[in-house]
């Protein structure tokens, strides 16, 4: 039978779990704060109708460690010390991946997950596991910006780049920051099924489950950096009009090269087709004039798009999300006022 614990002050009964889990988080110097914060509040949302979870912060070696915003954290326990977990969760930092490199952290994770029924990662910490090859053979997560780098680093890791989250056996990773919060609460789901999770997200004022992927949140080209003469020239001549015709013929005879030059230098800049790439430019053009407040028609016009129905398949095709919606998501917080 569960025990049925009341709260003060008038709160409203709380019942609790035959078992409460034990959340082990490590934390380490250069932690991304909401990494670790954001899911641990939602393990801590959770124990207001069920006291399932123990949250228990975990250093290396027992000592404070210092975040990305440079606050200073105290930890219950050295890695040695942390006992058996339930759950294992590695959050990410700014200065990954060479924060993972160090021996003594791996070395902590390691130990951890030995002792864990599932380990989950947030944001690069996705790298953490990948060197301890615990990702060998599993699909994976992290943060757009880390994506091709850790597939690169790792090929035995079957990295989904446009992935929220991902679960595969007892190993859980997501992308960065706020999709450690839609980790969390996919865990909780597991643990205390979908009505419970609901609440949870209900209280967090967040989505259970959002829709589209990462590449609603990242930049395809806008950073994309040219790194030969003729790569610029041509990313330069698309980018001051890209809604005059692009065809590779064009671009070719723009950089004083062959056409199957142009095809060739693309593909080892940008990793796309000289069309892939015009076309790249035009869906960021639409996108920042959305940003920017733009009507779906105007953006897609000055993008060179023949419709704002062709924008809109485009931006789905991408995104996930069409245009208005990833407008009401992204545009300014800036109102104009009257």
Request: aromatic share 6%; proline share 5%.
């Amino acid at each position: 039978m569960q025990a049925v614990e009341h709260g003060t002050g008038g709160g409203a009964a709380r019942r609790r779990s035959p078992r409460r889990r034990r959340i082990g988080v490590l934390v380490f110097d250069h932690v991304k704060t909401l990494d670790f914060v954001g899911p641990a509040e939602v393990f801590l949302e959770a124990n207001q109708r069920i006291d399932s979870y123990e949250i228990v912060l975990i250093s290396p070696d027992g000592g404070d460690i210092v975040t990305s915003l440079g606050m200073r954290v105290g930890v219950s326990s050295s890695a040695a010390d942390a006992g058996e977990l339930d759950t294992l969760i590695v959050p990410g930092s700014e200065v990954a991946p060479q924060v993972f490199a160090d021996p003594e952290l791996l070395d902590a994770v390691r130990m951890l997950a030995e002792r864990s029924r599932r380990v989950a990662s947030i944001c690069s910490g996705a790298f953490a596991l990948a060197a301890l090859g615990l990702l060998d053979g599993r699909r994976a997560a992290t943060h757009w910006k880390f994506t091709a780098l850790l597939a690169a680093r790792y090929p035995a890791v079957e990295v989904e780049p446009d992935s929220i989250f991902v679960k595969d056996g007892p190993v859980a990773t997501s992308a960065g920051v706020a999709a450690g919060i839609d980790l969390a609460l996919a865990l909780v789901e597991d643990d205390l099924g979908p009505d419970h999770a609901r609440a949870v997200a209900q209280l967090l004022l967040v989505y259970l489950r959002r829709s589209g992927g990462q590449s609603q949140f990242s930049v395809s080209l806008r950073g994309s950096a040219a790194r030969t003469p003729v790569a610029q020239s041509i990313a330069d001549y698309v980018a001051a009009d890209p809604t005059r015709p692009c065809t590779v013929a064009d671009l070719a005879a723009h950089a004083n090269v062959s056409p199957r030059h142009v095809t060739r230098v693309m593909r080892e800049e940008f990793g796309t087709t000289p069309i892939g790439f015009v076309n790249a430019m035009r869906l960021d053009l639409a996108t920042r004039s959305l940003e920017s407040g733009a009507t779906v028609g105007r953006a897609a016009a000055d993008a060179g798009y023949r419709s704002a129905e062709a924008l809109r398949r485009a931006f789905v095709a991408r995104s996930g999300v069409t245009p208005s919606e990833y407008q009401r998501r992204f545009r300014s917080a800036h109102r104009e006022t009257a």
